[in-house]
């Protein structure tokens, strides 16, 4: 196989058009429009890195290098995706798709699964400097499912030229760079059953950032005066390779601004005290949380602590909303249908949050055909309530709380924090994905006070 598509014209160019999720018709992915390339028409990082050594070091820190070794990448891709397209027909060669964004490479090759990140491939080089830097149009208007157009050979593309040649190759300056569709290239995709399961640059284009021009290069490749390549000129305005972004604590602090306040300062047992959290989103250029969805929960947390130490939580006020229920931690089960592609008949599923019940949950929850909740977007049918944070938007709970008679009277402080989970911990604990991956972050928190007289 290999070598007969050695033989197809070098430079060839490459569309991806809807590649990446052709399920919709059960007919197996083709590999029409993969596989034409060979990993040896790439540079590797390490050859390119040679020349522009801090980009190297800053894109070798973030996730863009780790897309596909990463832990949980690697065991969602092969004990779910990979494992859904061999046990259920109408998901067949759907695992095909992910490669189009997490291992481009590997895809063009047609090496697909790819070996296991253990074995060294190249594979492992995941959302590499080549993948980028060769892109050099978009097929259609909307950036999705990796419909970059790529071609291979000498020429590199970004947003400048120069002022010196460089001795390895061309360099072709173009508007793309600076756009923000190059990200929406991976950061939307669209599933089989037509869902946006992700949407980070729609969101985006949708939010006050597009409106002042603030694109996602602006936040996670901020410009800084420094040289491009060891070599070469020091620009004022050279763009960093930091990618930063769910994976880095110092980006995710500090996200939401957070203040709680009473009603009434002084009260009694058995009086009602309401409180009330005002959540700002100052940070992100998208919603928040953005990307895998699916995955992901903000949770807010209120407790009340007297003077003797004694603790009481309070549970958020229901707004009555269609849908709050997936907004509000329960005990509920959920994502039975991962019993699909782990072979167990009848799977009860794991439980959906495993946050303290009562706690309010900004999230948007993705249902599978069968109306159950689902972390495997592949298998999304439908999108819930969407009750994220978005761009500069202020949203308020309210906690109303009956002050119990048990309370010892003197000072109370009520503390609200808010947590982020890249993953939501019964799914993490099932799958073995290791403890790091989905440790709870505190992204900020607040306190006030109130005082209880006997
Ligand atoms: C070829 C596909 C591709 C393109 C193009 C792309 N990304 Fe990514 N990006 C990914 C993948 C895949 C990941 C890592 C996913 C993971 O966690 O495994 C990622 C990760 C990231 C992260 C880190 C997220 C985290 O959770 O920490 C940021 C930030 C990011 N990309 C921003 C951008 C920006 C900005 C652009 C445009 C300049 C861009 N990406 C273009 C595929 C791409
Ligand atoms: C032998 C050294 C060398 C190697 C290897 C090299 N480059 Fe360059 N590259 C340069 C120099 C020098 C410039 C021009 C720097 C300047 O403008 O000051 C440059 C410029 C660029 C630019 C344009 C932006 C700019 O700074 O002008 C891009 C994009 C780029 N290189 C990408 C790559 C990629 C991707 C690879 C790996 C496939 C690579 N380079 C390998 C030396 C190199
Ligand atoms: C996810 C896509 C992506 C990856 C991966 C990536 N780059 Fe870039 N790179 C960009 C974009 C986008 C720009 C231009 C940003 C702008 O001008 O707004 C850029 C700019 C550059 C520039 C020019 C900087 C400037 O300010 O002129 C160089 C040089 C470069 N990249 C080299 C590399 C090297 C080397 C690697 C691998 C270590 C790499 N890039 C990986 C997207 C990427
Ligand atoms: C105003 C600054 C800003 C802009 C503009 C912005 N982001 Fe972000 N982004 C952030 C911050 C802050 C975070 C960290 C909090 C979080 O996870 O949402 C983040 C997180 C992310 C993540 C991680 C999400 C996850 O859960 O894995 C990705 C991916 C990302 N951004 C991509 C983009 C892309 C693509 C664009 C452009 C369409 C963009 N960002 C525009 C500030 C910005
Ligand atoms: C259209 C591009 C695209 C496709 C197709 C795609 N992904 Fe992703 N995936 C991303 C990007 C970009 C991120 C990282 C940022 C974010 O969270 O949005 C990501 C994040 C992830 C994460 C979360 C990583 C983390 O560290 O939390 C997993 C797991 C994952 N993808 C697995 C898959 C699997 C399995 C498939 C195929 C069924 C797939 N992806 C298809 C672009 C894609």
């Known amino acids: 196989m290999k070598m007969q598509l050695k033989l197809l014209p070098f430079g060839i160019i490459i569309l991806f058009f809807l590649l990446g999720f052709n399920l919709k018709k059960p007919t197996p992915h083709t590999g029409s429009n993969s596989g034409p390339l060979d990993y040896s028409d790439f540079k590797t990082p390490e050859y390119c890195g040679s020349c522009h050594d801090q980009f190297y070091q800053q894109w070798s820190q973030a996730m863009m ?12 891709y092969f004990k779910l995706a990979v494992a859904h397209s061999k046990a259920d027909p109408a998901m067949e060669g759907m695992h095909e798709g992910c490669n189009g964004c997490h291992t481009p490479m590997a895809f063009l090759t047609g090496d697909m699964p790819p070996p296991r990140p253990g074995e060294g491939s190249r594979a492992n080089e995941s959302v590499s400097c080549e993948v ?24 590199k593309y970004s947003s400048r ?7 390895d190759h061309q360099i072709v300056p173009i ?7 190059i990200c929406g290239t991976c950061h939307n995709e669209k599933n089989s059953f ?4 992700k949407s980070t640059q729609l969101e985006w284009e949708e939010g006050p950032y597009a409106a002042d021009h603030v694109t996602c290069q602006e936040c996670h490749m901020p410009d800084t005066e420094m040289k491009t390549a060891k070599m070469g000129t020091t620009y004022p305005d050279t763009r960093t390779h930091l990618f930063n972004g769910a994976h880095d604590p110092g980006k995710v602090r500090g996200t939401i601004e957070l203040r709680i306040q009473p009603d009434i300062r002084e ?4 009086e009602v005290v309401v409180f009330t959290t005002t959540l700002f989103n100052q940070k992100t250029g998208h919603k928040f949380p953005t990307g895998s969805v699916e995955d992901r929960i903000v949770w807010l947390h209120v407790e009340a602590k007297d003077e003797a130490g004694n603790t009481f939580h309070l549970p958020v006020d229901k707004k009555g909303f269609e849908g709050e229920e997936y907004t509000i931690a329960s005990d509920a089960m959920a994502y039975q249908d991962m019993g699909v592609p782990l072979g167990i008949e009848n799977f009860e599923g ?9 706690d309010r949950i900004f999230r948007m929850p993705y249902f599978d055909p069968q109306g159950r909740m689902t972390i495997m977007q592949w298998n999304t049918a439908s999108l819930g309530v969407d009750y994220r944070i978005g761009p500069r938007e202020t949203k308020t709970e309210t906690f109303t709380f009956t002050l119990p008679y048990e309370i010892t009277p003197g000072k109370v402080t009520v503390t609200a924090s808010l947590y982020y989970r890249l993953l939501v911990k019964p799914v993490a604990e099932y799958l073995d994905v290791p403890a790091e991956e989905y440790a709870a972050l505190e992204v900020n928190s607040h306190s006030t006070e ?4 006997p």
Do not use: M
């Open 450 to 453: 109130i005082t209880v007289y």
């Open 267 to 270: 009260t009694v047992p058995g």
């Open 350 to 358: 794991v439980r959906r949050e495993d946050v303290p019940i009562g």
């Open 65 to 76: 290098s780790e897309a596909y070794t990463h832990h949980w990448d690697e065991i969602e």
């Open 194 to 197: 037509g869902i946006w399961v």
């Open 161 to 167: 030229k120069g002022d010196i040649e460089s001795p």
């Open 132 to 155: 980028c830097h060769l892109i050099q149009g978009i097929d259609g208007d909307t950036a999705y499912n990796h419909n970059f157009i790529l071609e291979t050979g000498t020429t």
């Open 175 to 181: 508007d793309l760079f600076s756009d923000t569709r």
